[in-house]
């Protein structure tokens, strides 16, 4: 099986500090990936490190078959897009401009800059200078510039932390679309609707270490205890096991019309997180 990104027992120490203890995962083509984790617990630095923003200190770090610190080559560069929350935008020059000198340096048709601003959502907007922008409408045109050349990888460090509900939506969307046409896609964020809308696959980092690693619904049955729970008519609430000594119980409730809501009794994101962890994901 050939990865996008294969890590192995990777490691960063600032001086003596550890950031990342022993870190490993892959990622197949087409994937969407996300890293679920509180602040600190090593999201930017795993993605500076797969984008040769920084070197590791030990372990393996490999992106298309290379060590990630080919990445810097621009033969290497062009075929992966990274959105992180320092823009590097101009700020005297209008949303549209920013994004021309960007399709200049890298040789894309004119069209892809009305194509990225319409992916955001800020195509109405393309003339106003950046320093009259929001923070989230900064955080659109910079995932805007990180998309337009069309990358075979993309980078999101918390894609949508400064978006409101509207263009959270709009942006999920367009993920999804250039991931059907696709792009494989590792994201970071603490938000776990978010990693669950998104994601196929989820790790949970923590000081430094994954903690589980897996699709959603994998991470919920293996984390979760497999009950569920019947609110009868006259207001009471059962508990019961999702097996089949309990199933006659449930059939007799329902046949005589006293259950008014039945449902399981999946763990939440958060909950997986404090059980693998011992502390909460914010
Ligand atoms: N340049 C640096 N020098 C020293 N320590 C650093 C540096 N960059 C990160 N760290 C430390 O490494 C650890 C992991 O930081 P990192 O930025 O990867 O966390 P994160 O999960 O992305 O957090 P957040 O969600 O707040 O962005 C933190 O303890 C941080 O203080």
Redesign the pocket.
Known sequence: MTYVIDVQHLQ?H??Q????RDVSFSIKKGEIFG?L????????????ILTAQ?TKTKGQAIVFGKDAKEMQKSSNRARFGILT?NSGLYLRLSVEENLQLYSKLYNLPISSVKESLEFVNLYDERKKKVSQLSKGMIQRVTLARSIMHKPELLFL??PTSALDPVNTQHIYNGLRKLNEMGTTIFL?T?DMSEAETLCDRIAF?HK?KIRAIGSPQQLKKQFGNDTITVELVDGSVHCIENCKDEAKKVYDWMRSGLISRIYTNEPTFGDIFLQVTGSDLI
């Open positions: 960063k600032f001086h500090e550890a950031a990342l890293f984790g509180p602040s600190g617990s090593g999201k930017t630095t795993t993605i500076k920084l929350d460090d918390e970071t603490h980092l430094g």
